[in-house]
């Protein structure tokens, strides 16, 4: 954002450095590997460098009454992994699984968040994220042989992404590109059951994210989708919230919640929560009191990594919403909205 005022470029590096700033829409052009820009001793990244050093993310969750699930494509230079996990809210039954790799085997990931395609094959896991621009979709789909096959469209016509860089370290940037509050079709086969997620009324999120990040970084996240009423009266708005604290958070933040598909600034973000007992209640709310939230968890699907100096402490914890979020002066009543929470530390 400059003055206030968006920026409307397509691509991120301009002479090979990244625009800082919030952007008007997803970019179509990212293309982070191809980074020029100096360090502090005025020298430019290896290829080396740039090829252990960026990192990129593809989260596409979707969450209603009845589901909620969440699938990652990760690389990091080093190595990549994916997981998939699904809930059934009313029973607790859930399905997960994860698979990692070195360097980038099994996997190719779309180079941004408008046009192209994400691909990931890991033994009997395979997914697949594409991104549409006309009509702008974003498309999921898993299978892990017959067990578990997941098909998912968001449908972000005349929706508003939060799309941001900020500087990350000395030299170092995040590319960020959010949506939360978006209708989901397409169906889920498991446990020998097809579940048809619009009738469910399944609404989804997606994070595409990649840069030279910090070595060693940490943050929280709290995102959800649904609808919610407008205090003292039967009106209701399709609403999404995406804000976090420890990353993103240089000049810019990513902070935002989205009511009928326009994107809402929010101000920084406090997360009150047990370290040590993520299961139990956390309470979750900006400084502009904007947003004010409890989160009542339900469950978690967590990975630890040490594997010598590299560490990651990664524990999504699944649940329910309650709160409010204000925007104009006007209250909007949050009841028990399906969601997540996240805490975590990684060395890389």
């Known amino acids: 954002m400059i003055n206030g005022v968006k920026r409307s470029e397509s691509a991120l590096l301009h002479a090979g450095s990244p625009l800082f700033g919030q952007f008007k829409d997803s970019l179509r052009h990212v293309q982070g590997q191809l980074d020029t820009s100096l360090d502090a001793f005025g020298h430019s990244r290896s290829a080396f460098a740039r090829r252990l050093g960026y990192k990129q993310f593809q989260f596409f969750g979707g969450m209603s009454e009845e589901l909620v699930f969440g699938c990652a494509l990760v690389s990091l230079g080093h190595s990549c992994s994916a997981f998939i996990y699904a809930v059934d809210m009313r029973t607790g039954e859930r399905f997960e699984h994860s698979s990692m790799r070195p360097g980038s085997m099994g ?167 047990d370290r040590q007992a993520p299961l139990s209640e956390w309470k979750i709310h900006t400084h502009d009191d904007s947003v004010s939230l409890r989160f009542t968890p339900l469950g978690i699907y967590e990975d630890n990594t040490r594997l010598g100096p590299l560490a990651a402490r990664f524990r999504q914890v699944f649940g329910h919403f309650d709160g409010y979020l204000i925007h104009q002066g006007q209250r909007y009543l949050i009841k028990r909205l399906s969601g997540f929470v996240e805490d975590q530390f990684v060395r890389w």
């Open 107 to 273: 996997m190719n990931l779309s180079d941004n968040p408008r046009e192209g395609s994400s691909h990931c094959q890991m033994g009997r896991l395979q997914v697949e994220q594409r991104y549409f621009d006309q009509p702008r979709q974003k498309q999921l789909k898993v299978s892990i042989g017959e067990e578990f096959v997941l098909e998912a469209l968001s449908h972000e016509t005349d929706f508003e992404p939060m799309s941001l860089c900020t500087r990350s370290g000395y030299n170092g940037w995040t590319y960020a590109n959010k949506t939360a509050g978006v209708a989901l079709t397409g169906s889920l086969l498991w446990r020998g059951k097809k579940i048809d997620l619009e009738t469910i009324k399944c609404m989804g999120h997606h994070d595409f994210s990649c840069g030279f990040m910090r070595p060693e970084t940490w943050w929280n996240w709290a995102c959800f989708s649904g609808h919610a009423e407008l205090e003292g009266g039967a009106e209701s708005a399709a609403i999404g919230l995406n804000i976090s604290c420890g990353v993103n958070e240089t000049s810019y933040s990513e902070n935002c919640f989205w009511l009928n598909g326009e994107c809402i600034n929010t101000a920084a973000a406090v997360f009150d929560f």
